[in-house]
C-alpha cells in the first residue's frame, strides 16, 4: 500500500448536546453500567446490539469500553441518552460513520 492510500483516522470527540429541556445526549461513563445491567435483562436488546446478554461488573465495563473505542478509532459517537436534572441514563443512540466515505451515516438506538 502507498503512502497515499493509507487513511489516517482521526479520534472523535463525542460531545454534550441537548435535546430539549429534559434530555442531554452524552459519551459513556463507566457510572452508567446500570443501564447496561438493565438492558442485558431485556430479551431483545443482546440480541441486535453488544449489550452483554449475561451481565457481570467484567462485561459492562467491556461494553463502556467499546463504546469509548468506537469514537478513538473514528468509528462513530456513541451516546448515552441521560435526564439533565440528575444525569440518569435512560437509553443509548449512536451515529456510525463507517460509510461516510461514500456519503452515507448510519444511526441506531441501543434500546
Known amino acids: 500500500m502507498s503512502r497515499q492510500d ?3 483516522v482521526q479520534p472523535l470527540e463525542v460531545p454534550h448536546l ?13 457510572n452508567d453500567l446500570p443501564l447496561v445491567r438493565e438492558a ?3 430479551e431483545y436488546i ?11 461488573q467484567k462485561a459492562g465495563e467491556a461494553f463502556v469500553r467499546r463504546q469509548w ?3 478513538s478509532t473514528g468509528g462513530g ?8 436534572h440528575n ?3 435512560i437509553g443509548a443512540i449512536g451515529l456510525w460513520l463507517r460509510d461516510a466515505g461514500q456519503g452515507r451515516a448510519r ?4 434500546w
Open 87 to 89: 444525569d440518569r441514563p
Open 46 to 56: 443482546p440480541l441486535i446490539t453488544t449489550v452483554p446478554a449475561a451481565y457481570s
Open 77 to 84: 459517537y456513541p451516546f448515552v441518552i441521560a435526564r439533565v
Open 6 to 8: 493509507a487513511t489516517v
Open 18 to 30: 441537548t435535546a430539549g429541556d429534559d434530555l442531554v445526549l452524552r459519551p459513556w461513563e463507566l
Open 107 to 110: 444511526s441506531d438506538t441501543g
Open 69 to 71: 473505542e468506537r469514537a
Open 40 to 42: 442485558s435483562s431485556d
